[in-house]
């Protein structure tokens, strides 16, 4: 098979939502459906206890929401489909972020009666910014919801983009029979679900007039179902494929991931409206993934996904040419050409090796510590860097120490590890000692899964204080003199801390004492992100 028909067949999606609207069970259903797994667990099962396949961390099983994201792989009528599960819980936004770097299209879920939510709404201004395709899924429609037309007008007038509903659901609110598919002019009417969503769901296909249908659905809701699609037809949004490529029109899907209610025909829709692996943005221009010379960017690393190896696995998006196992590869941060060894491919925690990849694919590479977030990975004889990676501001800071000053060591490397990943920042107090650091976030949530990460991972079990300090702000003088707490009028003001690279950084609890350092130290600049010298 050529490089461009490998490239064909790809598709990788990130799944986007606010936290608790579906999205780890819509992902576990897609790898059902996908023959990846051959029972689907709800995270909320009480009679098998499963867990979301994609929830790996123990964290994640106790509390029943997702911290990382997830890259999962699987096969499905020749797509070869590579899936990123996204943490919805606001304080996890970054990864989410970061995640969405290494897409071509996102899967955005709603809940039924709650519509789109806060942390929707930044997920999608992100994807928006991007550029990048949506498609919707409106989901839990075994339950009570709001009436499918509003959440249509919803989509459109809160997000701001034009909604096509692919598929319309048949029946009254939360006792749905089927959906009718607008594309195909057919009806699919679901039998009972039995299984409790752990097998796929047996459906019937009728053409849209069949007699027996109307029978089965009642002459009331057929005429109830011909009215709004009437009104579809007349007064809503046309199919349009060019402005569906352009994220500008999201195809929107009605059913339910907990009973596998059209799940199955969002995938094979989304498959086929879904783009290829798309070209990415360096700086020696437009790299397109049909490029024969190999090239890929890091966009997650996590340690630990074997707590019993303490393996470190640095992610990578290939972009162009072929990947091949071993293969010597010219690493942009150190200017050196390093070795890609025991690259894998997962299905959540499960992993094997592998000994190609294309486009469009996530591999996971062993990391011995060389690799960071938006590495760039090219042909020796092609050097380039892809465009940078969005840097995010901490909100919420706080002092972390062991409470073992014995255990210093594997406490440092905690912290070290975790940082690389990026799920913290890290900044060293001045002339406070080095038995304490203070630790950067964007939520208070990621404390809390740093205290436990720490514990289960680490064996070191740390005091954790809260800072009341709310700005962070790196700093520099115009002429090159060097910032101290000495040299800056106001640094008792906050608290003067270095990052990891020793730049200068203050810490203060508002914008009013951020605006009296600004107005008594000339010549200061200031930034919500690292300077570049």
């Known amino acids: 098979m050529t490089l461009a028909e490998e490239i064909s067949k790809r598709r990788t999606f990130a799944i986007i939502s606010h936290p608790d609207a579906g999205k780890t069970t819509l992902t576990e259903k897609l790898l059902l459906y996908g023959g990846a797994i051959h029972l689907a667990g709800s995270i909320k099962s009480r009679k098998t206890q499963r867990h979301a396949v994609s929830d790996w961390m123990e964290i994640e099983k106790q509390r029943g929401i997702s911290v990382t994201s997830s890259v999962l792989q699987f096969d499905y009528k020749n797509f070869r489909i590579n899936i990123l599960d996204t943490p919805g819980h606001q304080d996890f936004s970054e990864d989410t972020y970061r995640t969405l770097m290494a897409v071509d299209s996102a899967v955005m879920v709603l809940d039924a009666a709650k519509g789109v939510e806060a942390q929707t709404k930044k997920l999608f201004k992100v994807c928006r910014e991007r550029r990048i395709p949506i498609f919707t899924f409106i989901n839990k429609l075994d339950r009570y919801g709001k009436i499918p037309l509003d959440l249509l007008d919803e989509v459109e007038n809160v997000l701001g983009i034009r909604a096509y509903p692919m598929n319309f659901p048949i029946g009254i609110d939360g006792k749905y029979m089927g959906v009718y598919d607008r594309q195909k002019n057919r009806v699919e009417l679901f039998a009972e679900d039995t299984t409790h969503g752990q097998s796929e769901r047996i459906s019937e296909i009728f053409a849209p007039d069949d007699k027996i249908m109307i029978n089965r659905i009642g002459q009331e809701t057929f005429d109830a179902l011909q009215e709004d699609l009437m009104l579809l037809d007349e007064a809503g949004e046309k199919f349009d494929k060019a402005k569906i490529d352009a994220g500008d029109l999201t195809p929107t ?156 060591k594997q406490f440092a490397k905690g912290i070290e590890q975790l940082t690389q990943e990026g799920a913290i920042q890290l900044f060293y107090p001045v002339g406070m000692g080095n038995d304490s650091y203070v630790v950067g976030t964007v939520g208070t949530l990621q404390f809390e899964v740093l205290q436990y990460r720490l514990k289960s991972e680490y064996s070191v079990d740390v005091s ?70």
């Not at 995938?267 to 700086?283: G, H, M």
């Not at 150190?334 to 486009?359: D, G, M, S, V």
């Not at 060389?370 to 909100?395: N, V, W, Y």
């Open 253 to 408: 899907f009605f059913g339910s991931a907990m009973t596998n209610f059209g799940v199955q025909n969002f995938l094979e829709e989304y498959l086929r409206l879904a783009p290829p692996p798309a070209a990415r943005i360096s700086d020696d221009g437009i790299i397109e993934p049909e490029d024969e010379n190999f090239s890929a960017f890091v966009f997650k690393i996590q340690a630990n996904m074997n707590p019993a190896h303490r393996d470190r696995l640095a992610f990578i998006r290939i972009c162009s040419g072929k990947f091949e196992r071993n293969m010597q590869v010219w690493h942009a941060p150190t200017n050196k050409i390093i070795k890609l060894a025991q690259p894998q491919q997962f299905l959540a925690q499960e992993r094997q090796i592998i000994e190609e990849a294309y486009p469009g694919d996530i591999v996971g590479l062993f990391d011995p510590g060389i690799f960071g977030i938006g590495d760039t990975l090219t042909d020796a004889a092609h050097k380039f860097k892809f465009e940078e990676f969005p840097t995010f501001p901490p909100e919420k800071f706080a002092r972390v120490s062991a409470k073992d000053t014995m255990k210093r």
């Open 464 to 533: 954790l204080t809260m800072l009341p300090f709310e700005v962070a702000r790196w700093l520099k003088f115009d002429g090159g003199e060097k910032v101290t707490p000495t040299s800056l009028k106001g640094a008792n003001r906050g608290m003067f801390l270095l990052d990891r690279a020793e730049n200068p950084v203050l810490l203060v609890e508002n914008e009013w004492a951020l605006g009296w350092i600004r107005e008594n130290n000339a010549k200061l600049i200031m930034s919500a992100t690292p300077l570049e010298d």
